[in-house]
């Protein structure tokens, strides 16, 4: 034996953590990736009237059902600093959990941590989980607050934001996509919640635009402010961006629960089937009375599709963009449905450049995901004027007739009062494919209002008449008693019955129970190649 074998000359080292020590400072590392930077970093947070990145995902999960995945993931990156700032989660929490009892994925941005800002390795995050959403088939919800790529990062950031909207694209269509803005969203971040299905955002809290106030005023000289820029109510109102506006976090996060309990998990599955309390044969007494007979008479659409749907319930899509058309979700007899329908208060429920990109979209969306479409009419007819044609109301028109055509969920149209023109035909008419097409008595499904119509053909025998008011009246009057009587488009097959409107929503129901089993044969293509 050497001396260097002897147990009193061997070099000693410090004994191995036992499981016991290891599993203390997993805890510990756990812990300091779920309370975030610092104390003062959430005192920041709240001081703008926000909740934290934690907080958020408890509100929209259901209780204690967030599995995350990659909490302990570190940037890493170098320079500027970065080398020693390398806190958990690098900014971005993800997972997955359930909302009522089905699984939905999420990723939610940490404006502690960086601003929120995107690097190589936050976006390798998002990455992962948007492809574990496709692969399991259940929707995404992106809780979106940050500042947009880490510019210490470079490109590596930009190409992060590449992969994710080649992501949302693939997604489309075949999973529901959700975007939650709840801060900013500046820049290319903007993008991903562009392409996806919808945007829910926060009244003062959150913004969306490409280039900020300050790029504006040296570019153009303007001024204004985030929120006059890219608020909420902006984007409610003016550019359609935003779907759903609320008033703060925790109201915002129960109607995404709600919007989510309305739609399938995926384009294969239908979507969730309640069992109906409201009586399928629920007669609709009050709609003899809420529908004037006059045509030029205004009245509210809404509160006709609250009359049929189960329970008055309806989630209206884009509410404040282009009122003069209605798109909501609903339930009939516990079945989700897709409305569009004329808004009469509005622009006498005209379709303008604006109506008619609002209900192509969510057409687009029932039809991907098996959503069946009741649509309501009382159109008379496309916006006319020199801004509307020039801006192109031809081709943005025809997205809405493309949407139709292509649809091969079970369509079902009611003309309540008036149908005229290329609006009546847009607006799902029987030749486009409607599978079943009803008329209230007082219908008029016509080429335009009588009014126009005689004055056209008549126009000769008016100007020559000794009385040309009275000759108007009365060739106004023949034609509408030969051409726009309630029951000519039935006589000729154009609508398949005219009934009764207290009886609306029970046919409606028997009709969604005959047409559950459509199956429609797509021709062989690529896809098409709809109007822009």
């Not at 379709?351 to 039809?367: T, Y």
């Not at 309501?376 to 139709?404: N, S």
């Not at 499904?445 to 009588?450: F, K, P, Q, T």
Request: aromatic share 6%; hydrophobic share 40%.
């Amino acid at each position: 034996m050497t001396a260097s074998d002897h147990p009193a000359t061997r070099p000693t080292t410090p004994p191995a953590p036992g499981l016991r020590g290891l599993v203390a400072e997993l805890r510990r590392k756990r812990e300091e990736a779920t309370e975030g930077p610092s104390q003062r970093a959430t005192a920041a947070q709240r001081a703008k009237g926000k909740l934290t990145v934690r907080e958020r995902v408890e509100l929209l999960l259901d209780a204690g059902s967030f599995h995350e995945i990659e909490a302990l993931r570190r940037h890493r990156a170098t320079g500027f600093g970065l080398e020693t700032k390398r806190p958990a989660t690098d900014g971005v929490v993800t997972g997955w959990g359930t909302v009522h009892g089905r699984t939905v994925f999420l990723y939610a941005h940490d404006f502690r941590i960086f601003g929120g800002a995107l690097g190589e390795a936050h976006a390798a995050k998002i990455h992962k989980v948007m492809d574990m959403a496709i692969a399991a088939g259940a929707p995404l919800v992106s809780l979106n607050d940050g500042a947009g790529a880490r510019i210490q990062e470079g490109v590596t950031a930009l190409a992060g934001y590449g992969g994710i909207f080649r992501r949302n694209t693939r997604a489309s269509g075949v999973i529901p996509q959700i975007s939650v803005i709840l801060g900013p969203c500046a820049g290319g971040a903007a993008y991903s919640p562009a392409l996806t299905d919808f945007v829910f955002m926060v009244r003062d809290t959150s913004q969306m635009f490409i280039t900020g106030p300050d790029v504006v005023h040296a570019v153009t000289g303007e001024e204004v402010t985030q929120n006059g820029l890219g608020g909420a109510d902006v984007h409610a109102e003016l550019s359609g961006v935003a779907h759903f506006v609320h008033d703060d976090e925790p109201t915002c996060l129960r109607e995404v629960r709600a919007l989510l309990a309305l739609l399938p998990q995926n384009n294969r599955e239908q979507p969730p089937r309640l069992r109906p309390v409201d009586p399928p044969g629920r007669r609709l007494d009050a709609l003899l009375d809420l529908v004037p007979t006059d045509g030029r008479r205004p009245y509210d659409m809404r509160r006709v599709i609250e009359e049929i749907v189960d329970d008055a319930d309806v989630t209206e899509v884009h509410e404040r963009w282009a009122p003069n058309v209605i798109v909501a979700l609903a339930r009939l007899a516990g079945r989700t449905v897709g409305v569009v329908a004329n808004q009469p208060q509005y622009l006498a429920g005209v379709l303008n450049i604006e109506a008619s990109e609002k209900a192509a979209r969510f057409v687009r969306f029932c039809d991907a995901f098996n959503i069946p479409l009741i649509t309501l009419l009382d159109v008379p007819g496309f916006l006319p004027g020199v801004d509307q044609e020039h801006d192109g109301i031809i081709r943005r028109g025809a997205k809405l007739l493309y949407a139709y055509c292509d649809a091969t969920v079970p369509r079902i149209s009611v003309v309540l009062r008036k149908a005229y023109g290329g609006a009546y035909i847009v607006m799902d008419a029987q030749s486009i494919g409607a599978d079943l097409a009803y008329a209230w008595p007082t219908n008029e499904i016509a080429v335009m209002g009588a009014e126009g119509a005689a004055n056209v053909i008549f126009r000769r025998e008016i100007a020559a008449a000794p009385d040309p008011e009275a000759t108007r009246l009365r060739v106004v009057d023949e034609y509408r008693a030969e051409l726009m009587h309630p029951y000519y488009a039935a006589e000729r097959g154009l609508v398949d019955d005219v009934i009764d409107p207290t009886r609306t929503r029970e046919i409606l129901i028997g009709s969604l129970e005959m047409l559950d089993g459509k199956h429609a044969d797509l021709p062989a293509r690529k896809h098409g190649n709809p109007p822009q």
